[in-house]
C-alpha cells in the first residue's frame, strides 16, 4: 500500500510538469479555419501523344524497323498519330484579391488548361501570367473578385526548431493539413542553387506543390515546392521556397511577364580542408573561385581564379553553396561588396550585378605536339594538348592533359586521367616542359592548389609533395 502511495504522490509531482510542455503546444484548429479560404487546388489538362500502337502488333517504338513494314502494308495510322490527355495535380494560394495566385512552375508548366477550385467549391479557368524554373515559382490569376487572401509573413525572420502548418491537396485529397517543425534555413540544393530552402518535417506529398506553409502566426512564410525521397512520398524532408524570394520573383512576373536574376559570372566550389591549408585559411569557408567568365561583372570588378569569396554584401559565406542564393537574389545593377582572400591577404571588390545570361560557352584552338612527360614527383604522365582536344575540351591556350596517374601524390590529390591541369600554385602552365619545372619547384610537406578542368569545368586540388 505504501508503494503505492509513493507512486500516486510521484505520478501527482509530474502532473504540472506534463501539462506545462502540453501547454507549450500549438493549437492549428482555428488557425486551418482562417487561412483554408485562400487555398486553391490546381489542376491541369496536357495533351500528349498516346504512346499505343495504331494498329495490333505494329512496334511503339517509332524507330523500330518493323514499323516500315506496317506502312508499306497497311498504309499511314488512320486518323493521324492518336491523342490523349495527361492530367496533373497541385495546390497554391491567393495572393491578393483580384484573383492572383501563387503556385510552382513545374505544377503548371507546358499545361494546356489550368483549372483552379477554390474552398468553397468553384472552378475557374486560370490563366498562366508567366512562371521562373529558376525558382519554381508561377503566377496565375481568374477573374474573380473580392477573394480572401493569405498574410504574407517573413521569412527572413524563421528560426530552426519552429512550428509551421502545411495545407495542400496530397494525391488530390483536398485541403489536407499537416504541421511540423524548421528543420533548416537556407539549404541548397544541387539542382537549385538560387535557392535558399526552408527545410521542414511537415508530410509533404504529391499535389502539395504549390501549396502554403504558414507559422504560427498563420502568416505564409513558404511556397511548399518538393521533398527528398526514395520511394516517391515523405520521407522526413520537405522543402519550401522562402515567401520572400517567392514574392520577388512573382512582382517580376506581374510587371513584366518574366523574372530577372543576379549573375556575377563566377564558377565556385567548396573549400576542403586540405585547400584551406593549401590557401592559409585556419578552417573551411566561403566559396572558391574556379574560374570567371570573360567579360561578367566578376572578371569587370577584378575577381580572379584562385580567390576565395569570404563575404558578399556583409554577409559571410561558411561554404561555398551560400552564394549563389545570395547573388540571385540581388537585384540586377546594383553594387555589391564582394571580400575575398587573394595571397594570403583579404581585399574588399565593388561588383555591378548583372543579369544572368540563358547560357554562355566558350572555345578556341592551338597547339598539336605530342610530347609527353611521365612519373617524377607526382607519379603522372601528362602531355600537350593537340588542336582537336583543345576545341573539343575547352582549352584556348596553355594547360597540359593528363594521361596516366600512378600511386603516388597526384593520385592523392584526386587527379584522373582526362583532367586538364591549368595551373600550380599562382603559376598558369604553358606547355609539359614548364609543367615540369613547376613540378620541380614544388615545396615538400606543403599542400599547394592545383587548378584542373574536368569535363568542361573547372576545379581545384590540394597537392602535396611528401618530404623525402
Do not use: C
Amino acid at each position: 500500500m505504501s508503494a503505492l502511495r509513493g507512486f500516486l504522490v510521484a505520478a501527482l509531482v509530474l502532473v504540472p510538469v506534463f501539462g506545462t510542455a502540453q501547454a507549450a503546444l500549438p493549437e492549428f484548429t482555428q488557425l486551418v479555419k482562417d487561412v483554408s479560404p485562400a487555398v486553391v487546388n490546381i489542376s491541369t489538362t496536357q495533351k500528349v501523344k498516346r504512346q499505343a500502337a495504331p494498329f495490333p502488333g505494329m512496334p511503339m517504338d517509332p524507330d523500330d524497323p518493323m514499323n516500315e513494314f506496317f506502312r508499306r502494308f497497311f498504309g499511314p495510322p488512320p486518323g493521324g498519330v492518336p491523342q490523349q490527355q495527361a492530367r496533373s495535380l497541385g495546390s497554391g494560394f491567393i495572393i491578393s484579391s483580384d484573383g492572383t495566385i501563387l503556385t510552382n512552375a513545374h505544377v503548371v508548366k507546358g499545361a494546356d488548361e489550368i483549372l483552379v477550385k477554390l474552398s468553397d467549391h468553384r472552378e475557374e479557368p486560370a490563366e498562366l501570367v508567366g512562371l521562373d524554373e529558376r525558382t519554381d515559382v508561377a503566377v496565375l490569376r481568374i477573374k474573380e473578385k473580392g477573394l480572401p487572401v493569405v498574410k504574407v509573413g517573413d521569412s527572413d525572420a524563421l528560426e530552426v526548431g519552429e512550428w509551421v502548418l502545411a495545407i495542400g491537396s496530397p494525391f488530390g485529397l483536398e485541403y489536407t493539413a499537416t504541421a511540423g517543425i524548421v528543420s533548416a534555413v537556407g539549404r541548397t540544393l544541387p539542382s537549385d542553387a538560387y535557392v535558399p530552402f526552408i527545410q521542414t518535417d511537415a508530410a509533404v506529398n504529391p499535389g502539395n506543390s504549390g501549396g502554403p506553409l504558414f507559422n504560427a502566426e498563420g502568416e505564409v512564410i513558404g511556397v511548399n515546392s518538393q521533398i527528398y525521397s526514395r520511394t516517391g512520398g515523405y520521407m522526413g524532408l520537405s522543402f519550401a521556397i522562402p515567401i520572400k524570394v517567392a514574392m520577388r520573383v512573382a512582382k517580376q512576373i506581374e510587371n513584366s511577364g518574366q523574372a530577372s536574376h543576379g549573375y556575377l559570372g563566377v564558377t565556385v566550389q567548396p573549400v576542403t580542408p586540405a585547400l584551406a591549408q593549401s590557401f592559409g585559411l585556419k578552417r573551411s569557408q566561403g566559396a572558391l573561385v574556379a574560374s570567371v567568365a570573360p567579360g561578367s561583372p566578376a572578371a569587370e570588378a577584378g575577381l580572379r581564379s584562385g580567390d576565395i569569396i569570404l563575404s558578399f554584401n556583409d554577409t559571410a559565406l561558411s561554404n561555398a553553396g551560400d552564394l549563389p542564393p545570395l547573388v540571385g537574389n540581388a537585384n540586377v545593377g546594383d553594387k555589391a561588396k564582394v571580400r575575398v582572400l587573394r595571397d594570403g591577404k583579404q581585399r574588399t571588390l565593388n561588383v555591378v550585378i548583372g543579369e544572368l545570361p540563358d547560357a554562355e560557352q566558350l572555345a578556341g584552338p592551338t597547339s598539336s605536339r605530342d610530347e609527353r612527360a611521365q612519373g617524377g614527383r607526382l607519379k603522372l604522365a601528362v602531355t600537350e594538348l593537340n588542336d582537336v582536344q583543345r576545341d573539343r575540351l575547352d582549352v584556348p591556350k596553355g594547360g597540359v592533359l593528363v594521361v596516366g596517374v600512378g600511386d603516388g601524390p597526384a593520385a592523392r590529390a584526386g587527379l584522373t586521367r582526362g583532367d586538364v591541369i591549368l595551373r600550380v600554385g599562382d603559376s598558369e602552365v604553358k606547355d609539359v616542359d614548364h609543367f615540369k619545372k613547376l613540378v620541380d619547384k614544388l615545396p615538400a610537406g606543403r599542400a599547394v592548389p592545383m587548378l584542373v578542368q574536368r569535363r568542361g569545368n573547372p576545379l581545384f586540388l590540394a597537392l602535396s609533395v611528401p618530404e623525402k
